[in-house]
T-cell receptor, first 114, second 118 residues
Framework: AQTVTQSQPEMSVQEAETVTLSCTYD???????LFWYKQPPSRQMILVIR??????QNATENRFSVNFQKAAKSFSLKISDSQLGDAAMYFC???????????FGDGTTLTVKP | GAGVSQSPRYKVAKRGQDVALRCDPI?????LFWYQQALGQGPEFLTY????????KSGLPSDRFFAERPEGSVSTLKIQRTQQEDSAVYLC????????????????FGPGTRLTVL
């Protein structure tokens, strides 16, 4: 079974600075997706960024980028120029291409200090 | 619709009561998922529908949990004889079509139903 581990329960960053959230996963599959989701206190889960395992190039979405290391099964999220609105719980998630369901880590609570 | 909606947003039940949680997916979305999110943890998969067919129910924790999607649109998650350990947020997500090696389709989450069992 696939597992996703987020080893940082809490992180904090100063506004305008950069922060990196860590995620490792375990799978025997070669083709899959990895995701970072943001969950503000309102609880609506929002997709931040997606990475296809077959792509070597790291995904980027504006201030959000990932460092995908397939051999190491590592998938970290970098947030640049942090903003107060980035404060939320962030979940790393894994999904087989042949399965619809996702496996989530336990999340990292990000605090942004003004 | 504008997004995935769930009702009620909050539900308090006494231990032993039955509850029904509703999910309205985005119109036209074929795939529908239910997840359970305990306090301080990530969502855990419960069950998955493709249209009205329940393709995977491996995550349902006991036979007290039952889900249906009779017309391939709205889904209901029913919990019978609720227990305190059932207290959690129940999330619903939908997508155009997911799995089976198909082209990626984003899954959109609803706001969740927070269930508290006293």
């Amino acid at each position: 079974a696939q597992t996703v581990t987020q080893s940082q329960p809490e992180m904090s960053v100063q506004e305008a600075e950069t922060v990196t959230l860590s995620c490792t996963y375990d799978t025997s599959e070669s083709d899959y997706y990895l995701f970072w989701y943001k969950q503000p206190p309102s609880r609506q889960m929002i997709l931040v960024i997606r990475q296809e395992a077959y792509k070597q190039q790291n995904a980027t979405e504006n201030r959000f980028s990932v460092n995908f290391q397939k051999a190491a099964k590592s998938f970290s999220l970098k947030i640049s120029d942090s903003q107060l609105g980035d404060a939320a719980m962030y979940f790393c998630a894994y999904r087989d291409t042949n399965a619809g369901k996702s496996t989530f880590g336990d999340g990292t609570t990000l605090t942004v200090k003004p | 619709g504008a997004g995935v909606s769930q009702s009620p947003r909050y539900k308090v039940a006494k231990r032993g009561q039955d509850v029904a949680l509703r999910c309205d997916p985005i119109s036209g979305h074929v795939s529908l998922f239910w997840y359970q999110q305990a306090l301080g943890q990530g969502p855990e998969f419960l069950t998955y529908f493709q249209n009205e067919a329940q393709l995977d129910k491996s995550g349902l924790p006991s036979d007290r949990f039952f889900a249906e999607r009779p017309e391939g649109s709205v889904s209901t998650l029913k919990i019978q004889r609720t227990q305190q350990e059932d207290s959690a947020v129940y999330l619903c997500a939908s997508s155009l079509l997911s799995g089976q090696g198909l082209t990626y389709n984003e899954q959109f989450f609803g706001p969740g139903t927070r269930l508290t069992v006293l």
